[in-house]
């Protein structure tokens, strides 16, 4: 388990939430005029990265809400997360993915 935190309600534990998914998957402007193949694209293809990865969630055990997190996908740590529509937080180049956003500024006083 690790824990999630809601842009609204801050940290929690991860079974609070629902994963919704990679972020910022733009849905195609006109699906009727695209292929069969490109459509399957657009539903099934996704990055599956190794490391930092924006996705999508939503608070089902708590607010409801949805909204977007970085997470670094090999140790489980939520960088910060962000309402839809925001500016995706950025993690440093040299972030090891075993601290969060908080803990660092925490940490630097």
């Known amino acids: ?5 809601c842009p609204w ?17 733009a849905r195609p402007v ?3 005029d695209i292929s069969d193949e490109e459509w399957g694209a657009y539903i099934y293809t996704r990055d599956n990265t190794k490391g930092v990865q ?3 969630w939503v ?6 809400r949805w909204f977007n997190a970085v997470r670094h ?3 489980d740590v939520m960088w910060d997360s962000y309402k839809m529509g925001e500016e995706t ?5 040299d972030w090891d993915g075993l601290s969060t956003q908080d803990e660092l500024k925490e940490a630097k006083g």
Not at 1 to 5: E, G, H, S, W, Y
Not at 59 to 64: N, R
């Open 89 to 93: 937080p950025t993690p440093p180049e």
């Open 54 to 56: 924006a996705e999508r």
């Open 59 to 64: 608070h089902t055990q708590g607010c409801g």
């Open 30 to 32: 006109k699906p009727d």
């Open 73 to 75: 996908t090999v140790t």
């Open 1 to 5: 388990m690790f824990l999630v935190k």
């Open 9 to 25: 309600c801050g940290w929690r534990e991860q079974t609070e939430f629902s994963y919704g998914g990679e972020a910022h998957i």
